[in-house]
Nanobody, 123 residues
């Protein structure tokens, strides 16, 4: 069972990136998938979540700029990030679990985690 996060990189303020979270060893469609991020010196925080039934949730910081989606045929979840800001700089992680929707941002409710991909937004 493995999750592989990719797509991070260096981008200027206002730019875009698309992160991917690919699963192997299990069906991603059977789980809710959360994207979390952790900036240096800060706690890990939830960014977005997509339920196995395609309902989506966003942190206030991500609303209107980020879009989460899933392609079950490719066993992959995406996070499209637009209008990036320097404060979006962090290591981004994807995670699979079955949290209740009202607690999607609680990292301890997830079973599997990817290794993280670094997003750096320059000013």
């Amino acid at each position: 069972v493995q999750l592989q996060a990719s797509g991070g990189g260096l981008v200027q303020t206002g730019g875009s990136l698309r992160l991917s979270c690919a699963a192997s060893g299990f069906r991603l469609g059977d789980y809710g998938i959360g994207w979390f991020r952790q900036a240096p010196g800060r706690e890990r925080e939830g960014v977005s979540y997509i339920r196995s039934g395609h309902g989506t949730y966003y942190a206030d910081s991500a609303k209107g700029r980020f879009t989460i989606s899933r392609d079950n045929a490719k066993n992959t979840v995406y996070l499209q990030m637009n209008s990036l800001k320097p404060e979006d700089t962090a290591v981004y992680y994807c995670a699979a679990g079955r949290p209740i929707a009202s607690a999607w941002f609680t990292s301890s409710l997830y079973y599997y985690w990817g290794q993280g991909t670094l997003v750096t937004v320059s000013s």
